[in-house]
């Protein structure tokens, strides 16, 4: 069976479209070597990808390590500070309860910023983003603590020690 084309046009196009197609300058070979190239750059930019993420990762957990431990030095010198007062043998017994408090509080928030630093200094690139956002929660959670007993200091004392207007 025969069959008719009605549009010669129609058949005049895919004829050449066939031809175009097949009469290719380019051996399989040369294909295949422009494949490999491409697939080469592709693999390449995957690498640089991951370098800039280590990169990045790195960068982040240096920050955050450094802030938290500059936080628990805060908290050192304020707790040796308190354990200096309590040493005293002629403290009231009202200031000694309340530095013994204000020592309580500070060993809480010290142990609880090592706990974190601990976790930033042996997370992953798989643990980061999970451990990064912990971190950032008890370094805010604790310098608004820090915050807080600045003031009730400064309203003790009727000075701004910590030249923040309250």
Do not use: Y
Not at 42 to 52: P, R
Not at 79 to 97: G, I, M, P, Q
Not at 99 to 122: G, P
């Amino acid at each position: 069976m025969i069959m008719k084309f009605q549009n010669p046009i129609l058949f005049a196009v895919l004829a050449s479209g066939l031809l175009l197609a097949s009469c290719s300058s380019e051996t399989a070979a040369d294909q295949n070597d422009k494949m490999n190239s491409k697939m080469d750059n592709v693999n390449q930019k995957i690498e640089d990808t991951k370098t800039d993420a280590s990169a990045n990762f790195e960068k982040d957990r240096k920050d955050i390590a450094s802030d938290l431990t500059s936080v628990r030095d805060n908290i050192n010198a304020k707790l040796k500070d308190t354990n200096d007062e309590l040493a005293k043998k002629d403290l009231k017994s009202s200031e000694r309860t309340k530095d013994e408090n204000l020592k309580a509080e500070l060993e809480k928030e010290q142990t609880s910023v090592n706990d974190e630093l601990d976790k930033v200094n042996n997370a992953t690139a798989s643990t980061w983003d999970d451990v990064k956002a912990g971190a950032q929660k008890v370094a805010a959670d604790t310098k608004t603590w820090w915050g807080g007993l600045k003031d009730e200091v400064d309203k003790k004392t009727d000075s701004d020690n910590d030249n923040d207007g309250h």
